[in-house]
């Protein structure tokens, strides 16, 4: 407290130190989580355009101008969780339930590779009917009809061995949010059945695999505070994933956590351009989500340092049923307008749209050309 009194008497004194501290991870050094948390406690959002030209320039100077167009398929809204947060939970008797057989993903595949798409998310809740077996067919006939392809998967905690079976069919990149590295944190925010530590190992598996991994975050989730995101930024800072997912934390009506506050823009833009500081050649999707919370969401994650728009591609019909959180951004690709509008905020950045797969490393060649 006695420091807090002092910081607010001297502000200057404070901002210089902050720029110190962001200054360090610009020139590539690490930080420790006293520092992350002086971040954290003192930012205050005079210094964001600092910390956003930073991380824009970090983006740029690694990737250039390329904002990479991923098509994004959401296959199922069954799941098998019941994460406290989620619009899907198993216990949301809501929620009208979908799931795609192989002809139905296939044939959005063969569309969006027709459109240009070289990268394909196939994301879902945790639903058991993707077994192994179905889903290794499912890659494989994706493969063998377009081996240029990136499929990358987001489908939930799984074994190392089914991992390594679905890697050796042929994708290649898996995204799984840890949503929280602080343990304490984590359990407030899913059920005792959950646990921080598989979690966490589920990523090393991965990674140890070969997969170009994913993990990420909540920005702004009930319960959270800034020593909890300190956890968060350590992880990634340790960790290294080739793929960073953050994004705000919005309620659903039909959760326990209705009744809570949605995430400052402010806070998820800080968290973005810090994410690009601490892993500079990570690929960092503005997401829906933060595009869901404020109309100018998406330019100003680019201004942040993302660098990856990801595109629904699942059917019209059944985009209003995978509903994490209120107020969804639904269209896709087939909306002209919502494209153009992606673009013009992409050129608005000075920054150009690709559809390219996107290396996560620059360079080296991508793993898969």
């Known amino acids: 407290m006695i420091l807090k009194n002092y910081y607010k008497k001297n502000s200057d ?21 006293s520092d992350f948390l002086m971040i954290l406690d003192f930012f205050n959002y005079e210094l964001l355009p600092f910390l956003q030209e930073k991380a824009y320039l970090k983006n740029k100077s690694v990737y250039n101008n390329s904002v990479y167009i991923r098509g994004l398929i959401e296959i199922s809204n069954f799941c098998k969780n ?4 989620c619009g899907i939970r198993r216990s949301n008797n809501k929620v009208k339930r979908y799931r795609y057989n192989k002809e139905m993903i296939v044939t959005i595949v063969q569309n969006a590779y027709q459109k240009g798409y070289r990268t394909i998310v196939l994301q879902g809740g945790e639903d058991n009917y993707y077994n192994d077996e179905t889903l290794i067919d499912i890659i494989k006939t994706i493969k063998k009809m377009y081996p240029d392809l990136i499929v990358t998967l987001s489908l939930g905690e799984r074994d190392k061995e089914s991992y390594q079976k679905l890697f050796n069919a042929g994708a290649s990149r898996y995204l799984l949010r840890h949503e929280s590295a602080s343990k304490d944190h984590y ?22 695999i070969g997969y170009q991994t994913g993990a990420g975050f909540m920005v702004g989730s009930p319960y959270q505070e800034n020593k909890d995101l300190v956890e968060d930024l350590m992880f990634i800072q340790e960790f290294q994933p080739e793929m960073i997912g953050i994004g705000p934390f919005l309620k659903h009506i039909d959760t326990p956590f209705k009744k809570q506050e949605n995430a400052d823009i402010n806070h998820v833009l800080t968290l973005y351009a810090l994410a690009r500081l601490i892993v500079p ?9 933060t595009s869901s919370l404020t109309p100018s969401g998406r330019y ?15 059917s019209q019909d059944n985009r209003k049923d995978y509903k994490l959180y209120e107020n969804k951004v639904y269209q896709g690709d087939e909306s002209l307008e919502y494209v153009d509008l992606i673009e013009s905020d992409i050129n608005k950045a000075g920054l150009r749209i690709d559809f390219s797969q996107g290396n996560h490393s ?4 991508d793993l898969n050309e």
């Open 13 to 33: 004194e404070v901002n210089n130190n902050l720029k110190k501290l962001i200054n360090k991870l610009d020139i590539g050094e690490k930080l420790s989580k």
């Open 82 to 85: 019941d994460c406290l947060y």
């Open 187 to 208: 359990q407030k925010i899913h059920p005792s059945n959950m646990k921080l530590e598989y979690r966490i190992e589920c990523l090393k598996n991965l990674k140890e």
């Open 281 to 289: 050649n990570a690929l960092i999707p503005s997401t829906t989500a």
């Open 300 to 314: 100003q994650a680019l201004c942040s340092g993302c660098n990856v728009i990801m595109i629904n591609l699942s």
């Open 362 to 365: 620059k360079g080296k060649e």
